[in-house]
């Protein structure tokens, strides 16, 4: 017999991403985000949840745009320390010696180490309670040549994400 549980958030978000940014002054920053997802096709879009009082919240608004990167298991480490530490009281990305990239379409950083990078720019939110929900337009997609099938597409059974 099934019995009732707290209400709370029940789906297990996937994948586990870090969403990169930068500041009007140049400054760099990457978070963990625990909602992503797709929520176009065509023009094919993705959604990235941000709570208001994290660092990286103002550099997305202010920028108006983030690029979504695929994080291997292998970075592990890094991830779960990009995700509990701030921003906004270290150079956490020097902290962990996070190679970083220019974008090529927007002004953000893509996230070297990891195989997949999602540059996009921001088209629209909705606050959604805890999270501000920034709904971000795909202009260009990079992944490690590994990854790739015979036409060109993310295989993403070659992927071992975390």
Known sequence: ????????????????????????????????????????????????????SRYSYAMVKES???VV???PKSYGDTYYYLGSHSGRDEDKLKAKNVR????????APILADCPVNIECTVVDSIQTGSHEMFVGKIVAV?????????????????LDLL
Do not use: T, W
């Not at 990079?142 to 070659?158: C, R, T, Y």
């Open 1 to 52: 017999m099934k019995k009732d549980v707290a209400i709370s958030p029940c789906l297990q978000p996937a994948p586990n991403v870090l969403v990169s940014c930068r500041d009007g002054n140049g400054k760099n920053n990457a978070l963990a985000v625990a909602y992503c997802c797709n929520c176009s096709f065509d023009p094919p879009m993705v959604m990235v949840g941000i709570v208001p």
């Open 64 to 66: 108006g745009c983030f």
């Open 69 to 71: 990167n695929l994080v």
């Open 100 to 107: 970083m990239e220019e974008a090529e379409k927007i002004n």
């Open 142 to 158: 990079h992944a490690d040549e590994e990854f790739l099938d015979e036409k060109g597409n993310i295989d993403f059974s070659k």
